[in-house]
């Protein structure tokens, strides 16, 4: 510690959310409420998920959960389109849904006072959209104008390209936004069955946050949405296994009159259920994010000076989602930026990282908990992933204890688990290469 | 010194840095922001570009923070650091635990003036510069506003846009970065704004320890050249690859501090829903806005968003439409001047401005929970008007009237005072 000059922070644990200030329960329909008290200011932050995700979707019906989570507020039985913005809108509130892989999630915020307009609104959504046929064209209409500029993104691009070599034949290869062809195909009875089927409490979390007793909280989540049941709700499907890539998996997309080419290089990272998660965390902190970047940072950005940005993340959800680099880079410094991304993965999965990258990075992970847990949207973020990943209420408090037990040999077991120079996919998209 | 209603601490050191201090003990945390009156505006063609590079080069390095080691202190201690480049100014911060605040506040007062601009510094991050600008080249809305933003402003220097022209990223030389830094990098031309969960008594003490010994620079008098009335209707047109129209129309104007910019934010409110003066983000849905009405129910546009900015000098009232690919921008540029003309013609509805009351109430609350969003207020009002056009806001807003709306909107929302931007897209177009 001496030696490298700085300490490692020192947190006052119980100030952080755990047993003593979250209040748990779980509703008859099988909802789980979490909340937490915040009066330093006047606000209110509903956030969660239900299990109903574009997992299992096939390459025709991509992007039938996003449409449909999108489609949950142009109408219910008790509302039409601009009843539901008007009633949220006129109190200077929001709550908005979209759904990933795995769950469809929402959120929303309004001042404390109007906790229950909030409530009542994702209750009607919820259990009872009708999805007028008019709002579904002209949501569609929406959506593929927000796919055709997609197109023309080279970061979404070469992500999409990525997603397809890293995950062939895998669910993870599929956008959960869609395509233009299969959105314009979608309709409202495809959204009606998906609401039918995969819409109901059973696996859903909500977690409420701000200026509201916690108790006050739970009951008005219980009126709201505590009668809420879909006997026919089915359980999502099971997800496949996934390896590494074969080699270096390589992959252009020619998109004409950029200025510059975004990459996405890596490969299947750890799932958040894996031991070894934490590790790999801090692992890809060293490798592309500490500081300005990490080490990718500092070799693309600030030692070759290639790129604006150039960093690497894991995405840790409930399966084993990339660990990758991005880097938007000039179309002549694309193959110069990979060989150096290349070569700093060989570096880390070959040689230790350095006590002082180690410990510098779990200060990190400690020292900005209370940054990352002072806002009201920040708790409840924190409280969603320790229900999803079964963390316990206590797990904020443990975390600094969890964080210095890694070791250097913890690092380089994972990465070598999950990254190899040689076996990556690699994606570019820009103004390199030929049309297809 | 002067303390606010809010707890505010106001004072000058003698080398003129303005302070601004607010205790803030909801959270273990300080966010300390330094504001420098420099920007795009104090640019001219040559050198467009150089505030926001000259930004970049404030994080590589000064002999007592070399390079990398800035970015290493700050993470590991937990913090978060950033900076901003904009028309009127510069500013920097740190948002970090309590119990490190002092490195924030020391770096901050090396880099006042210790910054090396080294040679292979510069050298280096001008291709990273040339590769932001490349990044926002690939958007074709970036290529769009540059072009209003050119087309709007002929003779004052809100002309070009902040990363600059390419130009000037390719020829600007170290010397010309070194001099605009000591230029403008003085404590007579910023303002050190603090919240946080400090005393202010402690704090203010280690402020005139760390600050107080750097001397006054001269400041040059700045005076930019006024952007003469526009007289007729301007049209601007860009072409490039896609397949959806963008359509961007921006209006003259006035600055930050005028009383006119209060009933436009209702007006903009009305519009095109209320939007967020923070840069922080932090809105909500527009979708009962007259113009989302209009335009995407009207299954024109795919979205519509308004914005007006607090600047210094009079800027632009922008509206943004994304066209739905099977209608074009004169189409839509017709039902938007259907929807003007209504805000020419009568006057708002009262209900219409209550409910823009309550939205600014409601976005206000929320973009200042943060500690580092009361920071920033404390410093960004500062740049263009003073804290207290921050802390009456909701007053003056509660005293607009729908007359007030129908004044403003009949002196600018007029066809000859603005520009219209569109962007064609070509499909398979290549850029030469």
């Known amino acids: 510690m001496t030696e490298i000059g700085f300490s490692l922070p020192t947190l006052d644990v119980r100030s952080l959310p755990g047993p003593d200030s979250v209040l748990r329960r779980e509703l008859a329909n099988g909802i789980v409420v979490l909340a937490r008290e915040n009066f330093a200011s006047p606000s209110v932050v509903i956030s969660g998920y239900l299990v109903a995700g574009s997992l299992g979707e096939t390459r025709q019906e991509a992007g039938l959960a996003q449409l449909t989570a999108q489609a949950l507020m142009r109408g219910t039985k008790e509302r039409s389109f601009n009843q539901i913005f008007e009633s949220i809108e006129s109190i200077g509130a929001r709550l908005s849904l979209g759904a990933g892989t795995h769950t469809t999630f929402l959120q929303g915020k309004a001042l404390a006072e109007d906790l229950q307009v909030l409530l009542s609104l994702l209750s009607e959504v919820l259990s009872n959209p009708t999805f ?7 949501l569609k209409g929406e959506q593929i104008t927000a796919l055709a500029i997609r197109d023309q993104d080279t970061g979404a691009r070469a992500q999409l390209a990525f997603d397809e070599l890293a995950y062939k034949d895998h669910p993870y290869s599929l956008p959960t936004s869609g395509y233009k062809e299969t959105i314009s195909e979608f309709s409202t009875t495809n959204i009606r069955a998906f609401h039918r089927l995969r819409f109901g409490p059973q696996g859903m979390v909500l977690v409420v946050v701000g200026a509201v007793e916690a108790e006050a909280a739970i009951t008005a989540v219980e009126e709201a949405l505590g009668e809420w049941r879909n006997p026919r709700q089915h359980a999502p499907p099971e997800l496949p296994p996934v390896g590494k890539p074969l080699g270096l998996l390589r992959k252009v ?3 004409p009159g950029k200025s510059q080419c975004d990459i996405v290089l890596g490969a299947p990272g750890p799932s958040r259920f894996d031991e070894d998660y934490l590790a790999a965390s801090l692992g890809n902190s060293i490798l592309g994010r500490f500081g300005m970047y990490g080490r990718i940072g500092d070799a693309v950005r600030v030692s070759a000076g290639l790129a604006y940005y150039a960093y690497s993340s894991v995405s840790g959800g409930p399966g084993p989602g990339p660990w990758q680099v991005v880097a938007g880079v000039n179309p002549d410094g694309v193959e110069k930026a990979i060989d150096l991304i290349r070569t700093e993965i060989r570096k880390l999965v070959t040689k230790r990282v350095t006590k002082r990258e180690l410990i510098e990075n779990q200060a990190n992970y400690i020292g900005r908990l209370p940054l990352q847990l002072e806002s009201n949207e920040g708790v409840t ?3 969603l992933h320790v229900e999803r990943y079964g963390l316990g209420l206590d797990y904020y408090q443990l975390y600094p204890n969890l964080v210095t037990a890694i070791t250097r040999d913890d690092v380089i077991r994972a990465a070598k688990r999950y990254l190899d120079p040689d076996h ?13 | 010194m002067k303390q606010g209603r809010d707890s505010i601490l106001r004072t000058r050191l003698r080398n003129g840095l303005e302070i601004r201090l607010k205790e803030v003990h909801t959270a273990p945390l300080i966010s300390c922001w330094v504001w420098y009156r420099v920007g795009s505006r104090n640019e001219h063609a040559g050198i467009t570009g150089i505030s926001h590079w000259v930004e970049h080069m404030q994080f590589k390095g000064t002999p007592s923070f070399p390079a990398g080691v800035l970015d290493r ?48 510094e510069v050298k280096s991050e001008r291709t990273v510069i040339i590769s932001e600008r490349q990044g926002h080249e690939n958007e074709p809305t970036f290529r769009l506003y540059e072009e209003v933003q050119a087309a709007a402003f002929r003779v004052h220097p809100y002309h070009h846009a902040v990363i600059g022209d390419m130009a000037d990223l390719e020829t600007m030389t170290r010397d010309t970065l070194y001099e605009h830094y000591h230029r403008f990098y003085i404590p007579n031309n910023a303002v050190l704004a603090i919240a946080g969960d400090f005393r202010t008594r402690s704090m203010l003490k280690r402020i005139r320890e760390l600050f107080g010994t750097i001397p006054r620079g001269t400041r040059l008098e700045f005076r930019p050249r006024l952007e003469p009335a526009q007289r007729g209707e301007r049209r601007v047109t860009v072409e490039g690859p896609g397949e959806t129209p963008f359509l961007y129309v921006g209006y003259h104007v006035p600055p930050g501090a005028d009383p006119d910019f209060y009933p436009l934010a209702v007006l903009d409110s009305i519009l095109t829903g209320a939007s967020s003066l923070n840069f922080f983000g932090g809105g909500i849905s527009n979708k009962t806005s007259r113009l989302y009405q209009a335009l995407v129910e009207g299954e024109l546009a795919a979205s519509v968003r308004g914005g007006l900015a607090a600047t210094i000098d009079p800027y632009l009232y922008s509206i943004n439409m994304t066209i739905r690919p099977d209608h074009t921008a004169e189409e839509t540029l017709e039902v938007l001047d259907r929807e003007i003309d209504r805000v020419l013609d009568q006057p708002i509805e009262m209900e219409e401005l209550v409910k823009a009351i309550k939205q600014a109430r409601a976005l206000f609350a929320y973009n200042s929970e943060s500690i580092t969003n009361q920071a920033f207020w404390l410093g960004f009002s500062e740049m263009f008007a003073a804290y207290e056009w921050f802390e009456s806001y909701l007053d003056r807003l509660v005293e607009v009237t729908p007359q007030d709306v129908l004044d403003v909107a009949r002196k600018y929302l007029l066809s000859s005072n603005r520009i219209v931007g569109i962007y064609r897209p070509q499909l398979d177009k290549s850029d030469d």
């Open chain 1, 424 to 436: 990556l996919a690699i994606a570019i998209a820009g103004p390199i290469g030929e049309e297809a």
């Open chain 1, 253 to 255: 997309v020619f998109l």
């Open chain 2, 73 to 120: 202190a700050i993470s590991r201690d937990g913090g978060y650091w950033n900076a901003l480049t904009w028309l009127d100014w510069t500013s920097y911060f740190e948002t970090m635990p309590a119990d490190r605040i002092d490195l924030a506040l020391r770096l901050e007062a090396d880099r006042m003036v210790q910054s090396e601009f080294a040679p292979s």
């Open chain 1, 132 to 138: 007028p046929k008019s709002q579904i064209e002209r």
């Open chain 1, 381 to 383: 973020g924190a409280l």
